[in-house]
């Protein structure tokens, strides 16, 4: 699985977790206020090697679940390329 918020397809499938949701309804209803310029929604260090040369350098990567789900991770963390 490796959804990309840029990618108009993908956008039901990050609508189903519940912290990019709510990025999602923000990028498309204000998107001159939304700091957002892509959201990645991936579950393997592999997906995120595909990804890495789309990241800026300075990135947030934070841990979400599938609405109704239990999380698994807690964690929020800004990392530089």
Request: proline share 6%; glycine share 4%.
């Amino acid at each position: 699985m490796l959804y990309e918020l840029n990618n108009p397809n993908d956008i039901p499938y990050i609508k189903q977790y519940g912290k990019a949701y709510g990025t999602v309804l923000l990028h498309e209803w204000l998107p001159k206020i939304s700091k957002t310029r892509n959201l990645f929604v991936l579950d393997s260090y592999d997906e995120f090697k595909k990804i890495e040369d789309k990241l800026p350098d300075l990135f947030t990567c934070r841990a979400d679940a599938k609405t109704g789900e239990k999380p698994t991770l807690r964690s929020r963390r800004a990392f530089r390329k």
